[in-house]
């Protein structure tokens, strides 16, 4: 699984658009992408995830570059919930339950 | 659908003792992977049980160790606890445990060794 490299923290006010990067330079062609998020005092929780192309749900937006070197997760208009470590990983085929997690991305909201 | 569940949330034990913790996936769910989160070390991977087997493992000591049963619940335990096994121990369920799709965590079982 690819090396991620994310900001320590990010800061955003309530409502505005927050853009969280990625970087995952040695990512395999088959590797997914994924997000995930922690809440104080809780498991992660899955956000979203994508392979090549960009990805929406009902929580977010992924954006992945066409070299597949880099991601953004898009919180379109963060709200206090949206308080959390955000963690970028990549897994592939031979992963077998691993999840590598970096130190993440502190993202503070403010009212 | 239940979500996955894990038991106890907390526990205290002594120095030298052992500990079993559970967890129970979402139905459907052959594979559990298991997790440690320390502040200084962050989420590091146990292990992974699919179908009864141990598939995968990470880098900590014997001490360590897990087992699935044929219902997919699994349980994991330390013995010979130290106090760095201080930590929150996370169990992790999906399908088939590929690729790192479809991902469900459990809120975890704090442990706290004195």
Same mark, same amino acid.
């Given at each position: 699984?690819?090396?991620?490299?994310?900001?320590?923290?990010?800061?955003?006010?309530?409502? +505005?658009?927050?853009?969280?990067?990625?970087?995952?330079?040695?990512?395999?062609?088959?590797?997914?992408?994924?997000?995930?998020?922690?809440?104080?005092?809780?498991?992660? +929780?899955?956000?979203?995830?994508?392979?090549?192309?960009?990805?929406?749900?009902?929580?977010?937006?992924?954006?992945?570059? +066409?070299?597949?070197?880099?991601?953004?997760?898009?919180?379109?208009?963060?709200?206090?919930?949206?308080?959390?470590?955000?963690?970028?990983?990549?897994?592939?085929?031979?992963?077998?339950?691993?999840?590598?997690?970096?130190?993440?991305?502190?993202?503070?909201?403010?009212? | 659908?239940?979500?996955?569940?894990?038991?106890?949330?907390?526990?205290?034990?002594?120095?030298?003792?052992?500990?079993?913790?559970?967890?129970?996936?979402?139905?459907?769910?052959?594979?559990?992977?298991?997790?440690?989160?320390?502040?200084?070390? %962050?989420?590091?991977?146990?292990?992974?049980?699919?179908?009864?087997?141990?598939?995968?493992?990470?880098?900590?000591?014997?001490?360590?160790?897990?087992?699935?049963?044929?219902?997919?619940?699994?349980?994991?335990?330390?013995?010979?606890?130290?106090?760095?096994?201080?930590?929150?121990?996370?169990?992790?369920?999906?399908?088939?445990?590929?690729?790192?799709? %479809?991902?469900?965590?459990?809120?975890?079982?704090?442990?706290?060794?004195?």
């Amino acid at each position: 699984d690819a090396k991620t490299t994310q900001p320590n923290s990010m800061e955003s006010n309530e409502e +505005e658009p927050v853009h969280l990067p990625c970087n995952h330079s040695t990512i395999s062609g088959t590797d997914y992408i994924h997000w995930y998020r922690q809440l104080p005092s809780q498991g992660p +929780e899955y956000v979203i995830h994508g392979l090549t192309s960009n990805v929406n749900n009902r929580m977010a937006s992924l954006a992945i570059a +066409e070299d597949r070197k880099s991601s953004t997760l898009i919180l379109h208009r963060a709200t206090l919930r949206d308080a959390a470590v955000y963690y970028c990983i990549t897994a592939g085929g031979t992963s077998y339950g691993k999840l590598t997690f970096g130190q993440g991305t502190i993202l503070t909201v403010h009212p | 659908k239940a979500g996955v569940t894990q038991t106890p949330r907390y526990l205290i034990k002594t120095r030298g003792q052992q500990v079993t913790l559970s967890c129970s996936p979402i139905s459907g769910h052959r594979s559990v992977s298991w997790y440690q989160q320390t502040p200084g070390q %962050g989420l590091q991977f146990l292990f992974e049980y699919f179908s009864e087997t141990q598939r995968n493992k990470g880098n900590f000591p014997g001490r360590f160790s897990g087992r699935q049963f044929s219902n997919s619940r699994s349980e994991m335990n330390v013995s010979t606890l130290e106090l760095g096994d201080s930590a929150l121990y996370l169990c992790a369920s999906s399908l088939e445990g590929d690729r790192g799709l %479809g991902y469900t965590f459990g809120s975890g079982t704090r442990l706290t060794v004195v």
